[in-house]
């Protein structure tokens, strides 16, 4: 079964015609809620494979950074925990 969704593009190569899907694949992501619980999400990523530069790619995710395991809202959540212990460990 190959679908083509012609509003994809190829990271790659920019390609946008001829794109076949390739698999599907569940993604498992590390995300946080509203009162600072960890969780994980399960994303359905579909792969797709390029006719032109014959590569595989994925879509990138809006909320999730491409290569990583964690959101964007957790990545700054770390980065603002890190930041607020450095100004308290200075502050002593
Ligand atoms: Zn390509």
Not at 16 to 23: A, E, I
Not at 29 to 52: G, S
Request: charged share 30%; net charge positive; hydrophobic share 30%.
């Amino acid at each position: 079964m190959e679908t083509i969704e012609p509003s994809n593009r190829c990271i790659h190569c920019d390609f946008s015609k001829n794109l076949r899907r390739h698999d599907k694949r569940l993604r498992r992501v590390r995300d946080m809620n509203l009162i600072h619980k960890y969780l994980h999400l399960l994303i359905h990523v579909k792969r797709w494979r390029c006719q032109n530069c014959k590569k595989l790619f994925c879509k990138p995710l809006s909320s999730v950074p491409s290569g990583s395991h964690q959101t964007y809202r957790l990545q700054e959540h770390i980065f603002e925990q890190c930041r607020a212990t450095t100004i308290s460990y200075a502050g002593r």
